[in-house]
T-cell receptor, first 111, second 114 residues
Framework: EDQVTQSPEALRLQEGESSSLNCSYT??????LFWYRQDPGKGPEFLFT???AGEEKEKERLKATLTKKESFLHITAPKPEDSATYLC????????????FGKGITLSVRP | DAMVIQNPRYQVTQFGKPVTLSCSQT?????MYWYQQKSSQAPKLLFH???????NEADTPDNFQSRRPNTSFCFLDIRSPGLGDAAMYLC?????????????FGPGTRLTVL
């Protein structure tokens, strides 16, 4: 059974204090790993797709990396507007395969 | 802008009173999904449509039904809502089901059951 575990559950940072969010996964074969941002009371917003180990993608202060067992979302010099819940999801190989989501990491950035 | 729209954003119903949530999309995606998300939990897939083909998750209660009258619209019907059905309901779309499955979500409908 596919599994996604995100850690820590919650993270509080001071503005400018860089850190990383972890997503560990177990899947028979990986087609893609996805990161989403979710603000309170809203739907998830797509951030990145990673396909293979060693791949990296960047967007503003965020950089996502992928190994065969985990993905990291690195946040460099965060700002209060980066406060949100970050969700990780995996899609296994196979026809019509569905996403398995983690529970998310709630990030709070204090000014 | 192409997008996924959900109506209403907030829905209050009474225990046992049927409710319908709607989703529309301007992305022209062929796959549409309904998820249920409770506080601090991962989104839980209820069902999805690949074009007109309906796919129900094994653990989705019979109380939940869905309709997709055309490519752009999809509805979630809850026939007899219980207190445990109070949640955020998310609609998502993607272009194909067999390729990499970037899903794009709507803003969600928050359902309250009194």
């Amino acid at each position: 059974e596919d599994q996604v575990t995100q850690s820590p559950e919650a993270l509080r940072l001071q503005e400018g204090e860089s850190s990383s969010l972890n997503c560990s996964y177990t899947v028979s074969g990986l087609r893609g790993l996805f990161w989403y941002r979710q603000d309170p009371g809203k739907g998830p917003e797509f951030l990145f797709t990673l396909y293979s180990a060693g791949e990296e993608k960047e967007k503003e202060r965020l950089k996502a990396t992928l190994t065969k067992k985990e993905s990291f979302l690195h946040i460099t010099a965060p700002k209060p507007e980066d406060s949100a819940t970050y969700l990780c999801a995996v899609q296994p190989t196979g026809a019509n395969s569905k996403l398995t989501f983690g529970k998310g990491i709630t990030l709070s950035v204090r000014p | 802008d192409a997008m996924v729209i959900q109506n209403p954003r907030y829905q209050v119903t009474q225990f046992g009173k049927p409710v319908t949530l709607s989703c529309s999309q301007t992305l022209n995606h062929n796959v549409m999904y309904w998820y249920q998300q409770k506080s601090s939990q991962a989104p839980k897939l209820l069902f999805h449509y690949y074009d007109k083909d309906f796919n129900n998750e094994a653990d989705t209660p019979d109380n939940f039904q869905s309709r997709r009258p055309n490519t752009s619209f999809c509805f979630l019907d809850i026939r007899s809502p219980g207190l445990g059905d109070a949640a955020m309901y998310l609609c998502a779309t993607s272009r194909v089901a067999s390729g990499t499955n970037e899903q794009f979500f709507g803003p969600g409908t928050r359902l309250t059951v009194l």
